[in-house]
Structure formats: C-alpha cells, structure tokens
C-alpha cells in the first residue's frame, strides 16, 4: 500500500514509479491521497491551498517552511492534529486491505502511519521516501518506521539529525519512471526528435504547470554565440507556447508543449535549464545531465538548490549571473563541464524505485 498527497505532483509521480515496479515484479499494490481519502474537502484545500500558497505567498511559506525545520519531534500543531484525525478513516482502509508492506511519499500521510504505529494498530512493514535533496521538516516525526529513503549519501547525516538510527536510512535516491533509467546514444535521440545530431542540444525546462517564463529564457540563450540546439518544453502553460511560436530564433529550437518525451529529450541533450524540482532534478542526473537552476520554489526547492550547487552538479542563474552568461560559461570552460559531469555522477541515482523493491522484497516475502 501506498499513501501520497497531492501537494504538487512529485509525491504522486514517486508513489505511480514505486506501484509500478512493484506490480511488474507480481506483488498486489494500490495507491491512496492520504487526505482525499480520508476527506475529500481536505485533500482538495491541501492540494489548492499548496498551489495557491506557492504562487501569491511564497514569502509566508518560506518562513514557516524555515522556523518548521528547526521543530522537535513530539510538538503537536494544527498540522500533526489533523493527521491524527484522519488517521482514523485511514486505518480502517488498512485493516481492510491488510497490506504486507506500507510506504508514504509524502511525511503528513506517514504522521497518520506513525499515530497508528503508536497505538500498535499496525503489523506491516513501514517506510518512507523522502522526495526532495532535504530531509523535510516533520520526518523526525516518522522515527518508528522501518526505513526512510534518502536521495544519497550525502544526505545521512541529516536524517542522523532528525533522529533516525543509521539501520534506518536507505540512500536508494528519488523513485522515478523506469524509462528513465535506460538511456539512448545521442544521435539516436536527437534523430527521434528531428534534431540536428552533431549539435549539442540545451533543453529548457520549467514543469508541467511552467512556473518559469521559457520564452524569456529561450530568448536570452538564443543570444549566446556557440553552437547548440535548442528543446523549449512548456508544460502545459499554452501561453508560454504561443509565445515561442511568435518568435524566431538563431538556433534550431524544437518548441513542445505537454509531452511524455522528457526522457528521449533528456538523453539528445547536454545541459537542462530546469527549476529544482525534486523529480525532476533526479531525472536529470539519472540521465547525467548537468543543470542550470533558475526561479526555486522558496522553501524546499531552495533547499534543493542549495544541495545541487553546492555539490557542483547546477549552476544557479543570479542577477550577476544570468543564464545566458551561465550557458556560455559552460560551453567555452571545459573545467566547469568536467567538473559539473563528475559531481552529477557521483550523486546520481539510478534505478531507485527497483532498488527500494529489492530492498523490501528480500524481507522474507
């Protein structure tokens, strides 16, 4: 059984690769919205809320999300409460389905987990995947579960901090879709989306709802004298995409709007301009593709940000620093390029979500 939340799609991606794996290798598997299920008002004030909060208050959510991870384990609030109060509704799905094995790609489902873990209303197994490069606030919550997954290594030391025992951590990384663990030859690729195959290939890249002005950014790359070619993926922002059919530009420049091709597109190319989304960060380095990092979400992609760069595998755009000065500096300073491949590859993972089932499937199952 898995319980995520809709607080953006990260969790729900995550939790969709993990059932994924798990029902090719023949196990029963099912997913639930923690929040949804328990009370559908809830799960949609959540999910709106989070969106709404994001974009008009992300001021206030920075704070809060700042003064949260410095909390100690055991204080309740209104947040704790109320997954105690759903943990009620989700138990009884529990009891019915019976499941050998529970993971929460999200920690406020997995605080419902634990209040239930506490009152020894659960025999299965239990654990947690962290979906970003922080260890959010409120894990230190979860410290009854069998394991919490870590996007690597380097972040043991603050689950350490949380109060997780080192048995505990599993640096397995960020579960995404398997395609993303196969990759193809460049030229391969490049001649499946119709580009150019002895160019390299930028792609530009802000999410599915494109939070990050692509035609702007597009423009100011578009001014850089080296020779690449352009992807400009705008989600499903179908202004963002009427603009760039408004423009021309120097560089071949494949314009998409939605599409399921990130993973082809990831491999044709040689450098991602992308925010610091959890998913898709790991999807990045499972494909070995250094980032330019622009416009985080204040909060965990912050975090993240932080992370990326200062394991040297992002450059992140600034005032002094603007993208286009960022591209050229990447494609006239083979130091940089070196160096930002081997730090990618060092924290890379592939194969997260196989590995997590590996994990639990050697449990005795």
């Keep these: 059984m898995i319980i995520s939340a809709s607080t953006g799609q990260g969790h729900n991606s995550t939790a969709a690769a993990i059932q994924s794996v798990f029902i090719e290798n023949g196990w029963e598997c099912t997913t639930i919205d923690a929040h949804y299920h328990a ?5 949609f004030c959540l999910s709106k809320g989070y969106l709404v909060t994001i974009k008009c208050f992300s001021g206030m959510y920075a704070h809060t999300y700042t003064k949260l991870e410095s909390r100690k384990a ?9 997954s105690k109060m759903i943990s009620g509704k989700i138990g009884k799905f529990i009891e019915e389905y019976d499941p050998d094995v529970i993971i929460c790609t999200h920690v406020f ?10 009152k020894q209303k659960i025999k299965a197994k239990t654990f947690g995947v962290v979906t970003d490069f922080t260890v959010h606030p409120y894990w230190e919550e ?3 579960f069998d394991g919490i997954v870590v996007p690597c290594e380097k972040l043991i030391p603050q689950a350490l901090a949380k109060g ?17 663990s196969g990759k193809l030859s460049k030229s391969e690729a490049r001649e499946q989306l119709g580009l150019m195959s002895d160019k390299p290939v930028i792609t530009v890249m802000s999410g599915s709802m494109c939070h990050g002005g692509i035609c702007q950014t597009v423009k100011k790359i578009d001014s850089v004298n080296e020779c690449f070619q352009i ?3 705008c989600g499903s922002s179908k202004k963002e995409y009427e603009k760039l059919g408004k423009e021309r530009f120097r560089h071949k420049t494949l314009k998409l709007g939605y599409t399921d091709q990130v993973n082809i597109i990831m491999d044709a190319s040689d450098l991602i301009i992308t925010k ?3 998913l898709s960060t790991s999807e990045a380095l499972s494909k070995d593709l250094p980032m330019i990092i622009s416009k985080p979400i204040r909060g965990h992609e912050e975090r993240n940000l932080a992370f990326l760069t200062e394991n040297g595998a ?31 590859n060092e924290i890379g993972k592939k194969n997260a979500a196989k590995k997590l089932f590996d994990h639990i499937n050697s449990l005795n199952y």
């Design 39 to 43: 009370f559908k008002p809830l799960g």
């Design 74 to 82: 055991g204080k309740n609030d209104m947040t704790v409460l109320s």
């Design 109 to 118: 489902g997995g605080m419902s987990i634990q209040h239930l873990i506490n």
């Design 142 to 144: 979860l410290l009854g």
């Design 164 to 180: 997780f025992r080192e048995e505990q951590i599993l640096p397995l990384g960020i579960p995404i879709h398997s395609k993303f």
């Design 231 to 233: 992807v400009a993926i």
């Design 276 to 278: 610091p989304g959890g």
């Design 314 to 344: 992002a450059m992140t755009v600034t005032e002094e620093q603007p993208v286009d000065v960022l591209v050229k500096k990447y494609f006239t300073d083979g130091d940089v390029r070196s160096s930002m491949t081997e730090a990618v």
